[in-house]
């Protein structure tokens, strides 16, 4: 089956450091997500992202984060000064049609740690 | 009002025998996308079974079922024969359409952490 891609696995960054967080959805798709899920706490929403733009973003989705497109297979997030609170796994997924009936494909994640 | 409750933090299970996770919902939408996912220690996140508001037949995908309860907004994962495999972090979600028929994000449950007993 296809699989989304995230890269890297783990990241580890100084407090005030800009990051950025790449994402490969599977190819024919469409509607692109970020989640993110601090230790021991539920998945929570971050964006969804469908025709180069954003469609829907969550309050924790403030003027620090941004993402973007570059080219017709990355999906990138980026965290432009991280603070200690950005430390968690953060899950980029994909979907084909973005209904509500359709699962979303997810992958295994990036452990963002800040120090 | 939280969207999706997941009300057992914790559950053991014997091996091979089955076992209900439960999840409520709350939404207004006639039509709307229920999921489980799994998220063993490793970290990602899988899907395992779908069902929709309209979906009249339970859903089943293998030895998971879901039992669906559409007037009292539940939506049980329903794991049969248990394996040690199983032990895992489980999670409810939910996906509400726009007004526009694209779907919103899915919100998920806080989990239920599941562990297999040998």
């Known amino acids: 089956e296809p699989e989304v891609t995230q890269t890297p696995s783990h990241q580890v960054t100084q407090m005030g450091q800009e990051v950025i967080l790449r994402c490969v959805p599977i190819s024919n798709h469409l509607y692109f997500y970020w989640y993110r899920q601090i230790l021991g706490q539920k998945v929570e929403f971050l964006v969804s992202f469908y025709n180069n733009e954003i469609s829907e973003k969550s309050e924790i989705f403030d003027d620090q984060f941004s993402v973007e497109r570059p080219d017709g297979s990355n999906f990138t997030l980026k965290i432009r000064s991280t603070k200690l609170e950005d430390s968690a796994m953060y899950f980029c997924?994909?979907?084909?049609?973005?209904?509500?009936?359709?699962?979303?494909?997810f992958g295994s994640g990036t452990q963002l740690s800040v120090l | 009002a939280q969207k999706i409750t997941q009300t057992q933090p914790g559950m053991f299970v014997q091996e091979k025998e089955a076992v209900t996770l439960d999840c409520t919902y709350d939404?207004?939408?006639?039509?709307?996308?229920l999921f489980w996912y799994k998220q063993p220690s490793s970290g990602e996140m899988i899907f395992l079974i779908y069902q929709g508001s309209y979906d009249e037949q339970n859903a089943t995908e293998g030895r998971y079922s879901l039992n669906f309860q559409k007037a009292r907004k539940s939506a049980n994962l329903v794991i049969s024969a248990s394996q040690l495999g199983d032990s895992a972090m489980y999670f409810c979600?939910?996906?509400?359409?726009?007004?526009?028929?694209?779907?919103?994000?899915?919100?998920f449950g806080s989990g239920t952490q599941l562990t297999v007993l040998p």
């Open positions: 939404t207004s939408d006639q039509s709307y996308g």
């Open positions: 979600a939910m996906r509400e359409p726009f007004s526009s028929g694209s779907a919103r994000q899915l919100t």
């Open positions: 997924a994909s979907s084909k049609q973005g209904v509500a009936n359709e699962k979303l494909f």
